[in-house]
């Protein structure tokens, strides 16, 4: 079967760039940024991929410039800025998918906006940073714990903004940026949630204003722009796992881009060139599976846009068509349409249920032989449960896990069958 997508749009509820995105279990969210006028609106676009839904909500306070990120059942919003260089803040917005509430307060230890977010097991970090009208570039990272919901301080090798912070396993990595002389860098620092300890590493080329996401072990950092305002197709590739790095490019060379990976793809997607003149409508697709790369392209070409990925679905909100300064209040959507495993024998047949399920799920099979395995995988592609199958009826135990998309796909010993899955949702 070979991998095939299609594309739809959604509308938003203010057009508006330099928002942030983050996803929690089934939701993906879109909040802050700012439009036409100088003042933010506080702005928060919900999408639930179970009901096929668009909410409009709110964040606490309107702000441009902030960072998202997510870990478990928990999603923050923090920092950001008034108007471009006029206030910066140091509010929170903290949404607890456990009970389905926010809560939000001025918890950064330090006010700024362009800083980065990553979460990773019980940790979310915010890092870097800057306050224009002050000339402050932060090292500042406030770090909140979600098992005691408080938050502690710790700090970057270097201070800078329109850095990139993305996470992997138990790493969490922030990498590149810029100050206000026009140095860029090429330092990465990474958190290590176990022990909580700060090692550091080096990009290929300095840069800042790139994108970064994560496939399975590896971390993909691509694009930017350089001191002398040359933008880079370049992405360094980081596996957590064997401390390695490795470098690939991009079709075309543009910062401001935004990245995010599901289902075994790493997109690259909009950016715009060293001018701000247009914004890039460019997608590049990279296939984890076949280390090979595509491309596909937007409907609107997009800067200062925001994206993440969510079960099938890799989604990218807002943003600048160009230097017009008239944003974009649309929602570009590619779902992957099949798994591009193996073709799939018709004779064997395979259903979950209750879909959602909160402690147990009943997966029955038609067809299957002994000693063929269910693998239930997160969204990132981790296995998280294995069982064999003794008959055509197993129940899985899903009690422990967090609430979220999985996939349950069974294997067959048969020559003649390679896999077949099945997306289902947990809720507790």
Known sequence: MTASAQWSTATVQSARSLLAATSIQDKAMFGGGIGMISVP?????????????????????????????????WAIFGGGANDWILSTYNRVDIYNGTVGSWTNGDFLSVNRAKLAAAGAGSKILFAGGEFDMINAVYDTVDIFDTLTQSWTTSALSVARF???????????????GENFSGNTYDNVDIYDVTTGTWTTANLSVPRSRLAATSMGNKIYFGGGINNIGVVSNVVDIYDVVSNTWTTDTLSQARQYLTAAATMGKVFFAGGTDAGLATGSNVVDIFDTATATWSIDSLTTGRYFCAATALGTQFLISGGLPDNSGFPINTVEIYTITSSGLAPIETSKTLSVYPNP???????????????????????????????????NETVADISSLSNGIYFVQLSSVSENFTSKSQKIIIQH
């Open 41 to 73: 609106p506080p702005a928060l676009d919900i999408y639930t991929q179970s009901t096929n839904q668009w909410q409009q909500s709110q964040i606490s306070q309107g702000r441009t410039s902030l960072a998202a990120a997510s870990t478990g059942n």
């Open 357 to 391: 399920a909160s402690q147990k799920v009943v997966i029955k099979n038609n067809g299957f032989q002994p000693g063929d395995v269910i693998n239930i995988s997160d969204v990132m592609g981790k296995q998280v449960l294995s069982l064999k199958i003794s008959k």
């Open 162 to 176: 329109n850095l990139a912070g993305v996470s992997a396993g138990n790493k969490i990595l922030f990498a590149g």
